[in-house]
Structures are given as C-alpha cells and as structure tokens.
C-alpha cells in the first residue's frame, strides 16, 4: 500500500522518538510501505523547506518511494482548483494519481475532510499509533 505523508506530520516522522510515528517507520521499512511521492513544484517546496530532502532521498535509494509523474499530478491539481476545501490540491492530486487511500497527517482539519470525500479519494488518515491497522501489506504497484 502507499501511503501520503502530509507536510504537517513532517516534524513528528523526523523525530524517530516520536511514538506515532514509530509504526510508520515499521510499515516502510518491514512491510514494504512506501510513500507516494512526485516532484511537483509545491511537493518538492515542502520537502526541501522542512529539510526532508535527505529522508526523501534515502526513502528513493531504499526503493520506499513510489515516483509519480509530475505532469499527471499537476494537471489533476490544476482540474482541482476550487473544487475542495482544502488548499492542497497538491495531495489529492498524487492520492488520486498513485491510488493512495491513507494520508499520514498531523491533522490538518481541511485537507482530512476532502481526503475522506466520497467523491474525491474516499481515504483513511492515519493520526497516531492507534491507527496503525490503516498500514497494510503493500499493494503500490
């Protein structure tokens, strides 16, 4: 399964004490997880910003990462605009390009609701340790 992680939960995937965040480091790194990802202008401003170019990089080398184009996701991001609550086309964009139906967010309100849209990816969030039966087998593609 793929995964998004979302800027907000940055902070808390960077600490490896952060005890949320230790069955998602588990799931990528034994059970094959791996975290949608594409090189966007926004997705990659974020990255860089909160310093997560390294983890990104080491994620991409150990195969954690699932590449998707550019092209595509900015093109479903431009379809977006105005269309959700949130300001992160961005997210729904590469959810619904990479078929990614779980976001590992630090709770973001908005961007939670149209991530649960019927209409948009019908996903599940991932909050904290208890939501660790959201990270299943991987069946990214």
């Not at 005890?19 to 949608?36: R, S």
């Amino acid at each position: 399964m793929c995964a998004i992680l979302d800027a907000d939960a940055f902070s808390n995937f960077k600490d490896p004490e952060n005890e949320d965040m230790k069955p998602v480091w588990n799931w990528i790194q034994n059970k094959n997880g791996k975290i949608a990802y594409s090189n966007t202008e926004k997705i990659e401003r974020e990255w860089n910003q909160a310093r997560m170019d390294n983890i990104r990089d080491e994620l991409r080398k150990a195969g954690k990462i699932k590449l998707v184009s550019s092209e595509i996701t900015q093109e479903k991001e431009n379809e977006l605009k105005g269309t959700i609550t949130s300001n992160d086309e961005h997210i729904i964009a590469l959810a619904l390009i990479a078929k990614a139906n779980v976001l590992i967010s630090g709770g973001d309100a908005k961007l939670i609701k149209d991530f649960k849209n019927r209409d948009l990816v019908r996903g599940k969030v991932y909050l904290r340790k208890q939501h660790t039966h959201l990270l299943t087998k991987d069946t990214c593609p």
